[in-house]
């Protein structure tokens, strides 16, 4: 169990960039959530995975913002023509059962800066 | 829908002291409760969780909550503080049906000093 890894640890781009981040959950996990966290804030879910299909999207998720699970194994986010207001820390977790009472494993994040 | 209110942004304790950390929750089916504790530049991990077993739970590093349906509140306790207690701490809660998507408080970053 290498536990949840995220790619990049920062970034750093230009407004209008287009960014990916990747997201590889612990092993055998077959679901996958996506969180932002700002600033005093807790994290905010913006969507999740069953395996390779995505189940839920967060009203925060603008059009800008796209995520895959092809195959069921790693994720990626993308945010295409970023924004300020886009700057955030960017959470992945995973949890081995489709249940309420299942803990998530978190990534350590992604920190995106829009300059 | 769910929601979940961390009342106290910042808590300072003393080291030895007795950590309170309160967490309110609204839920419109019985929910499951969690907290997690997120330390400089690591991942959130989970501490403890309510799932209906009992209402007093016991967690990682000496901490505890206590589930009390009347008053809708799961607060974190730990009886001494000590200085790697210093971290942010989340609570959550997931409906025990449905979608089963964790909603999280803004967080209560804990300060201890010696």
């Known amino acids: 169990d290498t536990g949840v890894s995220q790619d990049p640890r920062h970034k750093i781009t230009k407004r209008g960039q287009n960014v990916t981040f990747r997201c590889d959950p612990i092993?055998?996990?077959?679901?996958l959530y996506w969180y932002r966290q700002t600033l005093g804030q807790g994290p905010e879910f913006l969507t999740y995975?069953?395996?390779?299909?995505?189940?839920?999207k967060s009203r925060l998720l603008s059009d800008r913002f796209s995520a895959e699970r092809p195959k069921g194994s790693f994720s990626t986010l993308e945010i295409q023509r970023t924004e300020q207001g886009d700057s955030a820390m960017y959470l992945c977790?995973?949890?081995?059962?489709?249940?309420?009472?299942?803990?998530?494993?978190f990534g350590s994040g992604t920190q995106l800066s829009v300059l | 829908a769910q929601s979940v209110t961390q009342l106290g942004s910042h808590v300072s304790v003393s080291e030895g002291a007795l950590v309170l950390l309160r967490c309110n929750y609204s839920?419109?089916?019985?929910?499951?409760l969690f907290w997690y504790v997120q330390y400089p530049n690591q991942g959130l991990q989970l501490l403890l969780k309510?799932?209906?077993?009992?209402?007093l739970v016991k967690g990682i590093n000496g901490f505890e909550a206590e589930f009390k349906k009347s008053e809708t509140s799961f607060h974190l306790t730990k009886p001494s503080a000590h200085m790697s207690d210093a971290a942010e701490y989340f609570c959550?809660?997931?409906?025990?049906?449905?979608?089963?998507?964790?909603?999280f408080g803004r967080g209560t970053s804990l300060i201890v000093h010696p």
């Open positions: 839920s419109s089916v019985p929910p499951y």
């Open positions: 309510y799932t209906s077993a009992a209402t």
């Open positions: 995975f069953q395996n390779e299909a995505q189940l839920e």
């Open positions: 959550a809660v997931t409906p025990s049906g449905g979608s089963y998507i964790p909603t």
């Open positions: 977790a995973s949890s081995s059962v489709d249940r309420g009472d299942e803990k998530l494993f």
């Open positions: 092993s055998e996990h077959n679901r």
